[in-house]
């Protein structure tokens, strides 16, 4: 598979045909390097689309339109091969349409597109979904990078933490936030995965205090952070969310399905600055 290049003064990004994942995005003026390099005994992804499903169904099938269909955990776009449609220093644009292979666990045709815009030190991705059926398309989306913890190899996983833009409140599982800025890194939770509903906060950062990885996450309505006692940290802005419970539902009534009309378009996006 072929990769692709975006770069400028401050910092300079490789995106990768395979699943349209950012293989890399470095500070150009510290060289460091804050993408996780999807090591297989952590866990081999690095950032993929959560399409057509976010996390599992209960049961691990949808039961779609009466009839049901298998697809792996997050979907299929993660195990799939984008086409570059549009490339240059500044800006790249990936697309996945549907195939006889994603038709087999998800009976919809669809477009999709990934524009990754390179600014100064930040990178905007924006997703754009047509629905290229006659009848209504309804969906499951998220998204899931993981950035190196520590991000300066001269530190530790200990020295980080994660800084909300406002003061959060929740509870989830064995965390407890009330009314704080900073969320301590907790091994043990991060590796249950820890899922915030409706977040006070526009973004999110990993960071030493020194150096960081903001992640913004507006109009998402859940936010998650993952790590299995590996050396990285997901800041995860979601649409959609896994099964917390048994659900005996249909995938078109389930929590966190979106739908799109006939030939309609839909768009969402967030940034990733690194500094």
């Given at each position: 598979?072929?990769?692709?290049?975006?770069?400028?003064?401050?910092?300079?990004?490789?995106?990768?045909?395979?699943?349209?994942?950012?293989?890399?995005?470095?500070?150009?003026?510290?060289?460091?390097?804050?993408?996780?390099?999807?090591?297989?005994?952590?866990?081999?992804?690095?950032?993929?689309?959560?399409?057509?499903?976010?996390?599992?169904?209960?049961?691990?099938?949808?039961?779609?339109?009466?009839?049901?269909?298998?697809?792996?955990?997050?979907?299929?776009?993660?195990?799939?091969?984008?086409?570059?449609?549009?490339?240059?220093?500044?800006?790249?644009?990936?697309?996945?349409?549907?195939?006889e292979a994603t038709l087999k666990e998800y009976p919809f045709r669809f477009t999709l597109r990934i524009l990754y815009e390179l600014q100064e030190n930040k990178l905007v991705i924006?997703?754009?979904?047509?629905?290229?059926?006659?009848?209504?398309?309804?969906?499951?989306?998220?998204?899931?990078?993981?950035?190196?913890?520590?991000?300066?190899?001269a530190k530790k996983y200990e020295d980080y933490h994660i800084e909300f833009s406002n003061p959060e409140t929740f509870e989830w599982l064995d965390t407890k936030i009330d009314g704080?800025?900073?969320?301590?890194?907790?091994?043990?939770?991060?590796?249950?995965?820890?899922?915030?509903?409706?977040?006070?906060?526009?973004?999110?950062?990993?960071?030493?205090?020194?150096?960081?990885?903001?992640?913004?996450?507006?109009?998402?309505?859940?936010?998650?952070?993952?790590?299995?006692?590996?050396?990285?940290?997901?800041?995860?802005?979601?649409?959609?969310?896994?099964?917390?419970?048994?659900?005996?539902?249909?995938?078109?009534?389930?929590?966190?399905?979106?739908?799109?009309?006939?030939?309609?378009?839909?768009?969402?996006?967030?940034?990733?600055?690194?500094?």
């Amino acid at each position: 598979m072929s990769s692709f290049v975006l770069k400028n003064e401050k910092a300079c990004a490789v995106i990768d045909e395979h699943a349209s994942e950012i293989h890399s995005f470095r500070n150009l003026e510290t060289g460091l390097e804050y993408m996780w390099q999807g090591d297989p005994a952590f866990w081999s992804g690095r950032n993929p689309t959560l399409f057509p499903m976010v996390g599992s169904t209960w049961d691990k099938i949808l039961h779609i339109g009466g009839k049901e269909y298998v697809t792996g955990n997050h979907g299929f776009t993660r195990r799939s091969d984008f086409t570059c449609v549009e490339h240059d220093d500044a800006h790249l644009i990936m697309e996945l349409k549907d195939s006889e292979a994603t038709l087999k666990e998800y009976p919809f045709r669809f477009t999709l597109r990934i524009l990754y815009e390179l600014q100064e030190n930040k990178l905007v991705i924006t997703y754009t979904i047509k629905n290229e059926n006659d009848v209504v398309m309804p969906f499951n989306f998220g998204l899931h990078p993981a950035f190196n913890c520590p991000l300066d190899p001269a530190k530790k996983y200990e020295d980080y933490h994660i800084e909300f833009s406002n003061p959060e409140t929740f509870e989830w599982l064995d965390t407890k936030i009330d009314g704080e800025k900073v969320m301590k890194l907790d091994p043990e939770a991060l590796a249950k995965t820890i899922i915030i509903t409706e977040p006070a906060s526009s973004e999110s950062s990993l960071t030493d205090g020194e150096h960081g990885v903001t992640v913004s996450n507006v109009g998402y309505k859940w936010l998650a952070y993952w790590s299995p006692n590996a050396p990285f940290v997901c800041i995860e802005p979601w649409h959609s969310h896994t099964d917390f419970d048994k659900v005996e539902v249909p995938f078109e009534e389930r929590e966190g399905t979106l739908f799109l009309d006939a030939g309609r378009t839909w768009t969402t996006a967030y940034s990733i600055r690194i500094w």
